[in-house]
């Protein structure tokens, strides 16, 4: 029963309340009255508990989503003298889920054959993550996942005193597996930007296909097929001279710092995937930095990739994807069943615009402004192993 101010009266909490506080509110996130919400794990890590001591009324409230409730199932335990009226209940809910000490218990979505761009750091995985964002089937969380991966305690490089990024099918836990899946799901959009939490409960569909691009999982495959065993992998591979240039303009406009303070690295930031054998790398140029980057990321993808059946993987040439947009995205949609509309067709039949982490527009000479650098460091190790570099797939 919820309580008033006046007399105590019994209200019952419509979508039509809900919507309506969420109006006042001026909410970005939605609360659905079929929705359940639970207090978070390891509440008292989190930022948001701290603010909760200058906050009695929503201390008591988040003490009734201690097992898993409804809005409604909650409004009914409040006892009268608690005086919380019905808008009072979905302002402070919001508020606790704002505070990140709420959230809501949903049952995660199957991932039906996600797809996982794999590549060097600066490939070009930008481009081509915006433009498969725009098929209709395909969820995404709308950038990297640093945080979503490495905010797993276990999954971060520092419990393996930062000797890389690699991840292996050991590494894959059950109870990893699960966290990781629903870290996830709480963050997907599908490529209107709809939340898929934001969808009311019997609208979200329970199969979902998955885009994820991140440079790091290049040295995660292993893992990422023991998470997701459906995976699929579009390995976007970029000419050594353009990629090596570009990381190292990556690295000299720190805007890609992965890591600060590293022990026993020289310097104070370190960029872009952290790579086995780091630490070998203190006297390097930035160039022969950004070549090792490089030579270890592809080197890893193409063994890992030779350990999975051919019809999990296909390859992509970044000059392919800028020049043959059309041609290239629709190799990639029949390699993964992706529905061809209206709306792609109009993307891909026009030169693809330049990608929000671009540094500078894409040239075939860009390279050329750190030629001298780079002539040191070629060739370098890595190689395809195979002759036909223009095939989409094996």
Avoid at 90 to 110: A, Y
Avoid at 142 to 160: D, N
Avoid at 370 to 386: C, H, M, Q, T, W
Wanted: aromatic share 10%; glycine share 4%; charged share 25%.
């Amino acid at each position: 029963m919820l309580s008033t101010s006046n007399p105590p009266v019994t209200k019952r909490i419509t979508k039509g309340s809900l919507a309506l506080a969420r109006k006042k509110l001026k909410a970005q996130s939605k609360l659905h009255g079929e929705a359940r919400y639970q207090v978070v794990d390891n509440l008292e890590l989190q930022k948001g508990f701290q603010q909760l001591v200058s906050m009695p009324k929503h201390a008591q409230i988040l003490e009734f989503f201690r097992s898993s409730s409804t809005l409604a199932e909650v409004g009914h335990s409040l006892p009268p003298e608690l005086e919380i009226t019905e808008g009072e209940l979905v302002t402070i809910t919001q508020q606790l889920l704002e505070l990140k000490v709420l959230e809501e218990n949903f049952p995660s979505p199957e991932f039906e054959k996600p797809l996982f761009i794999v590549c060097a750091p600066r490939a070009g995985s930008t481009l081509l993550f915006e433009t498969l964002c725009q098929f209709p089937e395909l969820w995404t969380i709308a950038s990297e996942s640093h945080e979503t991966i490495e905010g797993i305690p276990e999954l971060h490089p520092s419990t393996r005193n930062f000797s890389s990024n690699r991840l292996i099918e050991a590494d894959a836990l059950p109870d990893i597996c699960s966290t990781l899946r629903e870290r996830f799901a709480r963050q997907l959009l599908d490529r209107d930007r709809r939340a898929y939490l934001e969808l009311p409960v019997n609208q979200r569909p329970r199969m979902v296909r998955f885009l994820e691009k991140t440079p790091k999982n290049a040295l995660r495959i292993p893992f990422l097929k023991a998470v997701f065993p459906g995976a699929l992998f579009i390995y976007l591979y970029r000419d050594p001279q353009d990629n090596i240039s570009s990381i190292m303009e990556g690295w000299r406009s720190r805007r890609f710092v992965a890591y600060k303070n590293l022990p026993g690295w020289p310097f104070r930031e370190w960029s872009f995937l952290l790579t086995p054998g780091w630490l070998s790398l203190q006297n390097c140029s930035l160039a022969e930095i950004a070549a090792y980057q490089w030579n270890i990321a592809n080197t890893y993808i193409w063994e890992d990739l030779q350990a999975l059946p051919a019809s999990s993987w296909c390859l992509v040439r970044y000059w392919d994807l800028v020049r043959e947009p059309a041609k290239t995205i629709k190799a990639i949609s029949e390699f993964a069943g992706l529905t061809w509309d209206s709306k792609i067709e109009h993307v891909v039949s026009q030169s693809l615009p330049i990608s929000r982490l671009t540094l500078s527009a894409p040239s075939p000479d860009k390279w050329r402004k750190n030629e001298r650098e780079i002539a040191k460091v070629l060739p370098v190790s890595f190689d395809l192993g195979y002759e036909d570099k223009d095939k989409l797939s094996r």
